[in-house]
């Protein structure tokens, strides 16, 4: 069964610092990793995903991830941090295309909340 | 895309009703998902449709949550006498699979709706 563990539910920082939001999977099979961002009484929207090739991907609103297959790891992170990327983040992860169903096996969310 | 619509945005009922939920997904998608997301907890997968078999559910869909998605296109979800632990956000997502994913430059990203809150009075 696959899983996510997402370390810090509350993450805090000052607005231009770096962001770090961070993301462990477990998966017996070659997974497929995603970041979605919601904001209050909204649905998700996807950041940045992880399928194939390059393991460093690039997302909306300067976001990006790495993938790091031997630390089971793909972290999310924002050089400069906006007042506007306060929301609750979320890491995902699926099976793949070569298993047939996608379905999304969540982690708890981290809320990234952005100081003046 | 339009997007994925779900309706009601809101609903509020009294324990031991039912409610109906709809959901239209974008509209060249073939897969539809529904999750579960409580407070302050991430989504939890409750069930899915290939055009309009369903094809996997949850040990999280009691006999009590029935779904359907009788053409292959909008879905409902209809939970029969409601219980307060129903009370959650239900989130509707679509997606694009096979080879009709490549002929439109996607790979399965499944696309959220904004969400039917629920609350269980």
């Known amino acids: 069964a696959q899983s996510v563990t997402q370390l810090g539910s509350h993450v805090s920082v000052s607005e231009g610092a770096l962001v770090l939001l961070r993301c462990n999977y477990s998966s017996s099979v070659p997974p497929y990793l995603f970041w979605y961002v919601q904001y209050p009484n909204q649905g998700l929207q996807l950041l940045l995903k992880y399928t194939t090739g390059a393991t460093l991907v690039k997302g909306i609103n300067g976001f990006e991830a790495e993938f790091k297959k031997s630390e089971t790891s793909f972290h999310l992170t924002k050089p400069s941090a906006h007042m506007s990327d306060a929301a609750e983040y979320f890491c995902?992860?699926?099976?793949?295309?070569?298993?047939?169903?996608?379905?999304?096996?969540f982690g708890q969310g981290t809320r990234l909340t952005i100081n003046p | 895309d339009t997007g994925v619509s779900q309706d009601p945005r809101h609903k509020i009922t009294k324990r031991g009703q039912n409610v109906t939920f709809r959901c239209d997904p974008i509209?060249?998608?073939?897969?539809l998902y529904w999750y579960r997301q409580t407070l302050g907890q991430g989504p939890e997968f409750l069930t899915y449709?290939?055009?309009?078999?369903?094809?996997?559910k949850s040990r999280l869909l009691s006999d009590r949550f029935s779904a359907e998605r009788p053409k292959g296109s909008f879905s409902t979800l209809e939970i029969q006498r409601t219980e307060q632990g129903d009370s959650a956000m239900y989130l509707c997502?679509?997606?694009?699979?096979?080879?009709?994913?490549?002929?439109?430059?996607?790979?399965?990203?499944?696309?959220f709706g904004p969400g039917t809150r629920l609350t269980v009075l």
């Open positions: 995902a992860v699926s099976e793949g295309l070569r298993q047939g169903a996608q379905k999304l096996v």
């Open positions: 997502a679509s997606s694009l699979s096979g080879s009709l994913a490549g002929l439109f430059g996607r790979s399965d990203t499944q696309y």
């Open positions: 509209s060249e998608h073939n897969r």
């Open positions: 449709f290939q055009n309009e078999a369903q094809l996997e």
